[in-house]
């Protein structure tokens, strides 16, 4: 008698098992999760399988339904049980040309790492303040501890604490935005991330060196998010030019920003609400007294940053406790000196009111049970708080008044942006032909009519294209043209930069410049070709010249001439040369609007 023919498996359970697989490794590669997971899971499908080959053909689907939850039950528990390990981010990635002589400086002694051609050293997680944790959590930076030793700066320290989102979704951004990840087994670990982020980091050109210019760069991400170390924004580029790079990390968010009364009354200074200014400024101070161990010129300092770190440049430049801290400044992508800038920036009132809404949100009444509170609860504030305040003390007044009044300290300026600043942030919110008119009139208020006249709308794709202007306009570049015209009023050599380079990356999104201008183009990526290349030699260029001497013009260099006002920019593109700043017309509602110069 012959045997009963076993029943196959349904070619749907091959389907859906192969893809869940696929789906899966995908999902552990881009979260960064360790070997193990990639081990545990092959095993558990090949179990998977082997089951369902010799156990479950045949089965009610209910029983078959069963398995293939166990096998998603397991899969989530080897996914949280392996993910990669909190690491420090190292100062050189891959090889180095090994470990520098020793540098003295005020705290103690230090060595750092060289580059694999041993022609930039690198000094990373030197701290400059006290860990602003416990009591010293909302108070002005104090002075580190000195160290005993030689303390190894091969590391860059913990990111400041901020909103951290599952690495998944930084490599979605890496794959959709940026077009750079890459697929290498060296990356599977986690970002470290604490209140403990007072550190600084230094490029500068190898051996013995003096007086070379110093640039001290401030990154953005809002005044809630970002660190030092990443790629686009590293010194190496400007190090190879002859520059001395430094950059920290500095209090975000709730951490960084809060205003209160009894912070204000307990503050020697009556100061509140700017603490990640306070640290920045305490990061110059430290430059000041230390930056010659290294060989660079503490009397010829640059202060750059860009999106929010150059808000907090344009602020600097008008705070009195920054005087003399530096000579010149570039800013990249906003500033504050609007009559009402757009972003990063409030008046003592309203920062007073956020803060008295933080208690509330918390269930406390007192700074002190604020205190209590550890971070990671804490820093679930940073959607509210991330503002920088007229306090009386680091800000006594506006950036804008004080230029009016003529308080000033910078000797000259470059500054700019690009030319589709605000597109990635209104990628999900952009405008359309129903909702054009309503987003216009929020924006300009009484001009609004006027602003639809200018930039008429009678399709889905003018509507989108319209508002991408008008957003990038009122949120990034009108502070940059009243900044050109304060330069101007006050005989500040300024010059001004329009970015309009396509490239595979980026292109001219917001942040898509610093790669250029720092020099940082990897020399593997496929994304840029020669003509991105040339055009990073040019920008780095000037940055480097403007960090000399204050103007970006040099031998061999296209001729930058002034801003004239803010009328003239340097497009830097697929040509380079001036040409009239594509707003001044969507400028002249704003003028109207906030009342410029009156």
Not at 80 to 86: A, K, Y
Not at 524 to 541: G, K, N, P, Q, T
Request: proline letters at 5%.
């Amino acid at each position: 008698m012959e045997k009963k023919a076993k029943k196959k498996l349904h070619p749907g359970f091959w389907i859906v098992t192969i893809l869940v697989a696929l789906l899966w490794f995908f999902y552990l590669e881009i979260n960064k999760n360790t070997l193990s997971g990639w081990i545990q899971s092959l095993v558990v499908f090949l179990v998977y399988i082997t089951i369902c080959l010799r156990l479950l053909r045949g089965k009610k689907w209910f029983v078959r339904l069963g398995a293939f939850l166990v096998l998603l039950l397991l899969l989530w528990a080897i996914g949280r049980g392996t993910l990669g390990p909190f690491k420090a981010h190292p100062a050189i990635a891959g090889e180095t040309g090994g470990v520098t002589d020793i540098v003295t400086v005020r705290d103690g002694q230090l060595t750092g790492l060289t580059t694999a051609d041993g022609a930039v050293e690198v000094y990373a997680g030197i701290p400059y303040a006290k860990p602003p944790v416990g009591e010293l959590r909302w108070r002005e930076p104090q002075d580190p501890e000195p160290w005993q030793g030689v303390l190894a700066a091969d590391a860059f320290a913990p990111m400041p604490m901020q909103p951290q989102n599952a690495a998944w979704y930084g490599s979605m951004a890496q794959i959709i935005g940026y077009h750079d990840y890459e697929v290498t087994a060296t990356d599977n670990y986690r970002d470290l991330n604490s209140e403990d982020a007072l550190y600084l980091n230094i490029w500068k050109p190898a051996g013995a060196q003096t007086d070379l210019p110093v640039l001290v760069y401030i990154h953005g991400g809002s005044l809630q998010t970002g660190q030092p170390w990443y790629a686009d924004y590293r010194g190496e580029g400007l190090a190879r030019k002859g520059v001395i790079v430094v950059n920290m990390g500095y209090r975000l968010g709730v951490f960084g920003f809060l205003a209160d009364e009894e912070l204000m009354a307990e503050s020697p200074n009556g100061t509140t609400g700017n603490y990640g200014l306070l640290d920045q400024i305490k990061a110059l101070e430290w430059v000041r007294d230390n930056i010659a161990s290294f060989g660079g010129d503490p009397g010829n300092v640059t202060l750059a940053g860009e999106s929010a770190g150059a808000a907090c440049v344009s602020a600097l430049c008008t705070s009195p406790l920054a005087k003399g801290l530096f000579h010149r400044v570039i800013a990249e992508s906003s500033t504050v000196t609007a009559p009402q800038p757009a972003h990063s920036f409030q008046l003592l009132s309203d920062g007073l009111e956020n803060g008295k809404k933080i208690k509330e949100r918390f269930g406390v009444s007192s700074i002190e049970e604020l205190r209590q509170l550890d971070a990671e609860t804490l820093v679930a504030a940073a959607d509210r708080i991330h503002h920088m305040t007229v306090d009386g003390y680091v800000l006594p007044q506006t950036p804008y008044e004080s230029y009016q009044k003529g308080i000033h300290n910078e000797e000259a300026i470059l500054h700019g942006f690009n030319a589709q600043e605000g597109t990635a942030f209104i990628l999900f919110d952009n405008a359309n032909l129903k909702n054009y008119e309503e987003k216009v009139q929020r924006m300009f208020g009484d001009e609004a009519q006027a602003a639809l006249a200018l930039r008429p709308a009678s399709t889905d794709a003018e509507a989108k294209a319209n508002w991408i202007d008008l957003y990038s306009a009122y949120f990034f570049s009108y502070g940059h043209y009243c900044w050109s015209r304060q330069a101007q009023a006050l005989d500040i050599p300024c010059y001004e930069y329009y970015f309009s380079k396509e490239n595979g990356r980026l292109g001219p999104w917001h942040s898509g410049e610093e790669v250029y201008c720092y020099g940082n183009i990897p020399a593997a990526s496929a994304l840029y070709d020669e003509s991105d290349r040339a055009l990073s030699e040019v920008f780095c260029s000037y940055f480097a010249n403007f960090c000399r001497t204050g103007d970006p013009n040099g031998p061999g260099l296209p001729r930058w001439g002034q801003a004239g006002g803010g009328k003239t920019v340097l497009e830097l593109g697929e040509q380079i040369g001036p040409r009239e700043d594509p707003y001044l017309p969507i400028y002249e509602l704003f003028d109207k609007k906030y009342q410029f110069g009156n």
